[in-house]
């Protein structure tokens, strides 16, 4: 028999092979009309799969339209009538993959002759329309690797031969889902039949390499969501409408605040004047802090040699993302004579010289023959003497460095060390680089080199849940302080099967998951756990926040990492006297420093409370007759540290006030002939208009006030839709 266990708690005895629909329908015909996928011992599946045995009771629950699981399966099924859309329209499609994302889906797909554009999209959505009333089953069948090739190769999707080839061999055994004439290679799972999906929209089409490599074809990609209620996808529509009027990116150029240059290259964000003065007040309100909670400053290299990464792993983890490394003659000798070819400006007596002094012989000894040696270096070409000071030379390698981490473990590592002298906090505005895919660029959320509010912190095994506490509470502190209130923690652990993880065998990865989950439930934070999403040299604490208009942003982070330490052989001296590896907590509140401020610029939608705004006063005189009194206000605010300009132009007060509006510029101080004579402004705040005539001592000082208790106007948020977070694509096969 097989023995379930339902969420009540109750266990309940079943023939073997019943699936989950069976037993929704044991329960109530309610529940099994509800019912949308079902959740086995932690993994989703299909209603109709049979549930296999097992040595203690499997765990069911089952899944309806109100949880958050059953709209990623939901939404898998619609990239799946979306396809089939496609193949009824036009011929020859050639599928990729199909998985859904935080707040959709999308079909990676090859399509003969032709490009899909958005003028496509109605003929699209009316096909999709079709398929969803007909309501046809998806139906799951499994066929050995080799016959899944042949019938997948028959079909024509020779994309999906080779994803077999390449990565699906191994698993003996695939499964497929059919609806209608449609067939799809797929993991799953799915919804029991079309006619579950209540609303679907198509958003978008983009371009995209097969598997992310520029040495393969390019493909189409096309984006859309589906909900189960239309209710449902009219907010996420407006939500997406609002995004649109807040992007960073158009209000980045806008407002001034940064730009990307063509002959500097894409997701190298240049920072412009007023963008610099949020990012400094940012730093300085963080640096501020960190003073206070005892870490001490440090400064890193922007490379270094390619075998500190290879020892941290940073190397072969990030290979594929990484720029090409730096390669050079270790002799200086050398490469002044390897550059002097290139540059073709040596002549022989000069290349003698150089060769001498770097100790290469000008023949070599032939590997074929003991007695016999290459030929001359001065009888070789230009080309040839490259070649073979290129293999005679000892060359230094050096990367770009994707992380900070390792230049402060050597900090750490450059003298002896006590229990007395930790913890040791380390901080830096690092800035690092990863060589993302240009069709993965975005603005300032998706870049190629980003600076990081890093610390790391060195502490003894009774200290890490306390340091690991302090590091919390100051990610807590840092996002509170932005008015970023609304977030939630994951718990990011590792994943045993997945070789990434270092150590993952042992026993160190629980105890470092053990010592996170005890601080979390100390401090009575509410969290998730998610299996594969920790770093690879240990887990984390990821802060998941909710902006203004309901979307989810992974922000702030704290990891504890018990590996790194003895990758390097990093030793303290204990109260024993003797040797001990210490624990390493990485901490970063704000993550990068531009992917944080494009969200800031969403999230404000490029209004920025007085505290952090570039321009925080503006002096509006009305005329040209209180032009001097103006100068006066100016001053003054100036002199009281306030970032202030005045507007000289000859325009009319609205059309002033108009343009301040446009800047974003929080308050104005509105001056004519009468406050003139009063010593008084007009205060205007962008959010709540005019608030009348005061003092200029009083005008300032309300200012000032505003600016140091770190005020927010944040306009009132709109109800998110249930779209779920930004963690990433799943279901894809």
């Not at 059919?178 to 067939?183: K, L, M, P, S, T």
């Not at 200290?463 to 919390?472: I, L, P, W």
């Not at 002096?619 to 003054?636: F, G, M, N, Q, W």
Request: proline fraction near 6%; charged fraction near 30%.
């Amino acid at each position: 028999m097989l023995q379930i266990k339902l969420p009540d708690g109750s266990v309940k005895d079943y023939p073997e092979g019943t699936s989950a629909r069976e037993v929704a329908a044991g329960i109530g015909k309610r529940l099994a009309d509800a019912a949308v996928a079902a959740v086995v011992d932690g993994t989703i599946v299909d209603l109709d799969l049979p549930i296999d045995n097992g040595e203690a009771p499997v765990e069911l629950r089952l899944l309806t339209s109100r949880d958050r699981e059953a709209l990623d399966v939901l939404r898998h099924s619609t990239a799946h009538i979306m396809a089939r859309a496609v193949m009824r329209l036009f011929p020859g499609v050639r599928l990729a993959f199909g998985p859904t994302t935080g707040n959709g889906f999308y079909y990676d797909m090859e399509v003969d002759g032709r490009s899909i554009s958005e003028d496509d999209f109605p003929a699209i959505e009316a096909e999709m329309g079709k398929i969803t009333k007909e309501a046809e089953p998806f139906e799951r069948f499994s066929l050995p690797v080799d016959q899944a090739r042949a019938f997948v190769g028959d079909l024509g999707q020779t994309l999906k031969v080779e994803h077999i080839d390449e990565e699906l061999a191994k698993y003996g055994v695939l499964s497929f889902y059919r609806q209608g004439e449609f067939v799809d290679l797929c993991r799953g799972p799915h919804i029991p039949h079309a006619g579950k999906v209540g609303a679907f929209k198509l958003l978008s089409i983009a371009g995209s390499y097969w598997k992310g490599r520029t040495d393969r074809p390019m493909l189409q990609r096309l984006y859309g969501t589906a909900f189960f209620d239309k209710k449902e996808l009219d907010a996420y529509i407006a939500q997406v409408e609002e995004a649109r009027k807040r992007d960073h990116r158009r209000l980045g150029k806008e407002l001034g605040l940064f730009t990307i240059s063509p002959l500097v290259g894409p997701g190298l964000i240049l920072w412009m004047p007023k963008g610099a003065i949020v990012r400094g007040l940012l730093e300085t309100f963080l640096k501020d802090e960190l003073v206070k909670r005892g870490y001490q400053p440090v400064y890193t290299p922007h490379i270094g040699k390619v075998d500190l990464y290879k020892t941290s792993g940073h190397y072969p983890y990030y290979k594929d993302s990484q720029f090409p490394t730096l390669k050079m003659p270790a002799d200086a000798s050398a490469k002044e004579l390897l550059d002097g070819l290139v540059a073709g400006n040596l002549d022989d007596d000069a290349q003698r010289v150089l060769l001498g002094k770097a100790g290469i012989p000008e023949r070599l000894p032939d590997p074929s023959s003991e007695t016999k040696f290459t030929r001359p270096y001065f009888e070789m070409s230009v080309a040839e003497r490259i070649g073979y000071l290129e293999q005679t030379c000892e060359f230094e390698e050096y990367l770009l460095k994707p992380m900070n981490c390792p230049h402060h473990i050597q900090i750490f590592a450059a003298q002896p060390r006590s229990y007395r002298d930790l913890p040791l906090r380390l901080a830096e505005f690092g800035t690092v680089y990863r060589y993302e895919q240009s069709g993965e660029l975005s603005g300032m959320t998706r870049v190629r080199g980003f600076t990081q509010d890093d610390a790391h912190l060195f502490c003894t095994h009774d200290q890490v849940r306390g340091e690991f506490r302090s590091t919390m509470e100051l990610t807590q502190f840092v996002l509170n302080s932005l008015g970023l209130t609304d977030y939630k923690l994951r718990l990011s652990k590792h994943d045993p099967e997945d070789p990434k993880y270092q150590g993952a065998a042992g026993d160190t990865w629980r105890r470092a998951e053990d010592d996170i989950r005890s601080v979390l439930d100390e401090m009575k934070l509410p969290y998730e756990e998610a299996a594969g999403e920790a770093a690879f040299y240990g887990p984390k604490a990821d802060f998941i926040v909710r902006d203004c208009i309901g979307r989810q942003w992974q922000l702030g982070t704290v990891q504890l990492d018990y590996v790194l330490p003895e990758r390097f052989g990093l030793e303290y001296v204990g109260a024993d006297n003797q040797p001990h590896t210490p624990v390493m907590i990485h901490r970063a509140p704000f993550g990068s420093m531009e992917r944080f401020m494009g969200i800031l610029i969403e999230h404000f939608a490029g209004a920025f409370p007085l505290w952090l705004a570039p321009e925080q006063v503006r002096v509006l005189p009305i005329s040209d007759k209180a032009a001097d009194y103006a100068e006066t206000v100016l001053k003054r605010l100036t002199e009281a540290g306030v970032r202030a300009t005045m507007d000289h132009r000859p325009e009319k007060i609205g059309a002033k006030i108009r343009d301040a509006q446009l800047q974003k510029v929080p308050v104005m101080f509105v001056v004519g002939a009468k406050e003139a004579e009063a010593g008084s402004v007009a205060y205007r705040d962008r959010q709540a208009g005019d608030l009348g005539v005061m003092s200029l001592d009083d005008a300032v000082a309300r200012v000032r006030r505003e600016d140091a208790d770190r005020v927010f106007h944040q306009a009132a948020p709109l109800t998110p839709p249930a779209t779920g977070d930004d963690s990433g694509e799943r279901h894809e096969y």
